[in-house]
């Protein structure tokens, strides 16, 4: 049961082949067999899951199948990264801060996949507070990369990756603040989208740096992601950033219906009319040789496919870290600043003073990495260093944006990897700060930017999936899901399963 798609499941469970009990109780089987290895989940709800199946095993009988009723997504299992607000389930953002905390309300992108009658499996681990690229952050222990353990899985979502990765669940939610959902995505072998700034609801989705922020997908197929990714979208009056713009129909998109370039996938050219562009700038000295033979030559499929490949330049694209990693510890401050031991959250013994309350509570509650952010968030955002450091990056992150801009005068988007090597040995850069901000550096740009972006599989160097990364302008998901779906129907990177968890 662990192998099916959410397509296929939601045929299987539409035809009545099999329950969602059934397929709920077979994969909480397979996540208590392989947690062990992985780690890759910080709450599992065993209970919830069930009675969710139940309901919605209901649902379907009533309704005669989901299809009929227009609700493919009913009775389908999916996990939630625990930044996501849960009512009544553990929400713990992977941090001692909030070890103990329960949500009394559900984050908007739950409740509106929960309406769908999606079941919830459990919560997955994450890097604390969002913060890292390889799980190696959490509260709760490192995760473990399916395709090969002592690897990391990529962060901040690796929990997700790596769930999805070993079958626990087809599918599950991500946020991407710098490439938190396409990093691993890219780690594991997995699609992974991060939709345009203000696409998907932040409400109840715990914030790290405001305006990068982004919920998005994590699934084996670009069709996967597409089927998730609607209901999760739209204008949501509780989040003020997020956009009153029509929602395409992402599943019909997949076959180039309602997209803004003219294309016909019937034919043997899907991708006749769509321009793609190269940036010199994205196979610079940084990458992986291995990783840049396997992305060009994903190139190439697409061309081979009928799309025509534009060399362009992005010519900021070295400013993108520093200046990510200035504007996003600035947000960071501000936004963390509400764990204050007071209201919610992990509170210190017995303190002397409301300063020690503050103090010992912030001091015992975060860990070293999210302690590191909040320190140059401060630093940058303080008096003597306001225009030299914030207003430096924020001036360099409009000329970021700009190069996008202009590249989208002669391009529908742009192809190149998603990050620099394939995943990287647990503990190999922990010492090293600014070594693990490095693999930031082809992601970092989209959020800096706002722009929709995906990672998918296409290929492998040494054994370790390798991602390829399209970034499209403004509320063009669409045309990057169909891109990633046609390239799917002549690669079979995304179909390969790691060793040990077939
Ligand atoms: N790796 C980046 C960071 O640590 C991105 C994290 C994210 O997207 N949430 O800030």
Known sequence: MHQHTLKELSVLLDKKEISSTEVTQALLERIETHEPTLNAMITVD???????AKHADAAINELGGTASAGKPLLGVPLIHKDIFCTEGVLTT????????????????????????????LGKAN????AMGSSNENSHFGAVGNPWQTDRVPGGSSGGSAAAVAAGYAPVATGTDTGGSIRQPAAFCGLSGIKPTYGRVSRYGMIAFASSLDQGGVLARSAEDCAYLLGPMSGVDPRDSTSVDQPVDDFVTALDGSGLSVTVDSS???????????VAAEYFSDGLDKAVATEVRQAISKLESLGA???????????????AYYAIAPAECSSNLSRFDGVRYGHRCESPVDLEDLYKRSRDEGF?????????????VLSAGYYDAYYLKAQKTRRLISDDFAEAFKSVDMIAGPATPTTAF????KTADPVSMYLNDLYTVSANLSGLPAMSIPCGFADGLPVG????????KESELLYVSHQFQQIDDSHQQRPRGFE
Request: hydrophobic fraction near 40%.
């Open 46 to 52: 065993n209970d919830g899951a069930l009675e969710a």
């Open 93 to 120: 953002c992977a941090s001692h801060m909030l070890h103990n905390f329960k949500s009394p309300y559900d984050a908007t992108v739950v409740e509106r996949l929960r309406a769908q009658g999606t079941v919830m």
């Open 126 to 129: 994450m890097d604390e507070f």
């Open 267 to 277: 034919g043997d050219a899907p991708l006749n009319g769509v321009r793609i562009g």
């Open 308 to 322: 025509s490949i534009v060399e362009i330049s992005l010519p900021n694209q070295h400013l993108c870290i520093p």
């Open 367 to 379: 860990g070293r990495e999210v302690k590191r952010r909040i320190l140059i968030g401060t630093y």
């Open 425 to 428: 040995a647990r503990g190999s």
């Open 468 to 475: 390829l990364q399209l970034v499209s302008n403004y509320f």
